[in-house]
């Protein structure tokens, strides 16, 4: 069974960082494209990061580009996203999801709730 | 970037009823793929490559649709469809989402 368990959520104020973490099992980590995708209160998906098998690509838009890292450790079967800068259109839930054909998320984290707040 | 316009944002359909849910894209793209998330939960795969059901997903639904229109039909809604349904492309990048249409239950 395909699990992903998202962890690090929390209170943070403007500016600062936070990094979530995303334990996957149940599937070979190292051979699937992996991705971050959120949803603020009340509102719709917004797609975050995507990251290649080997890790040596990653995508972001433009609303998080030179803020978040998205990265991976497949020995751990660990999927990774460094936020800094944090802004408060930045508070959502964010879901770990892994990819198929690199282009649909097929299975969804529970989610992590990060707040950004003074 | 590609926008997915929804519709309706929300509907109430009696158990039995058929309803179908329409996103438009700003674009043309090749494939819709379609997300059903219940209150509380996390979004799950529905629907993939416009009209395959993902596994486990009920028979009275269906997809369909090409270029810039695409839509999600229920043959027959039961209680247990009543939630969120979000389509989305990636036709092109950034991967993008249509706004949701909430089905409830009448």
């Known amino acids: 069974e395909v699990q992903l368990v998202e962890s690090g959520g929390g209170l943070v104020q403007p500016g600062r960082s936070l990094k979530l973490s995303c334990a996957a099992s149940g599937f070979t980590f190292s051979n699937y494209y992996m991705a971050w995708v959120r949803q603020a209160p009340k509102k719709g998906l917004e797609w975050v990061a995507t990251?290649?098998?080997?890790?040596?690509?990653?995508y972001y838009p433009d609303s998080v580009k030179g803020r978040f890292t998205i990265s991976r450790d497949n020995a751990k079967s660990s999927l990774y996203l460094q936020m800094n800068s944090l802004k408060s259109e930045d508070t959502a839930t964010y879901y770990c999801a892994r990819q198929r054909w690199e282009t649909l998320f097929d299975y969804w984290g529970q989610g992590v709730m990060v707040t950004v707040s003074s | 970037e590609i926008v997915l316009t929804q519709s309706p944002t929300t509907i109430a359909a009696s158990p039995g009823e058929k309803v179908t849910i329409t996103c438009r894209a700003s674009?043309?793209?090749?494939?819709m793929y379609w997300y059903q998330q219940k209150s509380g939960a996390s979004p799950k795969l529905w629907i993939y490559d416009t009209s395959k059901l993902a596994s486990g997903v009920p028979n009275r639904f269906s997809g369909s649709g090409s270029g810039t229109s695409y839509s999600l039909t229920i043959n027959t809604m039961e209680t247990e469809d009543a939630a969120t349904y979000y389509c989305?492309?990636?036709?092109?990048?950034?991967?993008?989402f249509g706004g949701g249409t909430k089905l409830e239950l009448k």
């Open positions: 990251i290649s098998t080997s890790g040596s690509r990653t």
């Open positions: 989305q492309q990636w036709s092109s990048t950034p991967p993008t």
């Open positions: 674009s043309s793209v090749s494939y």
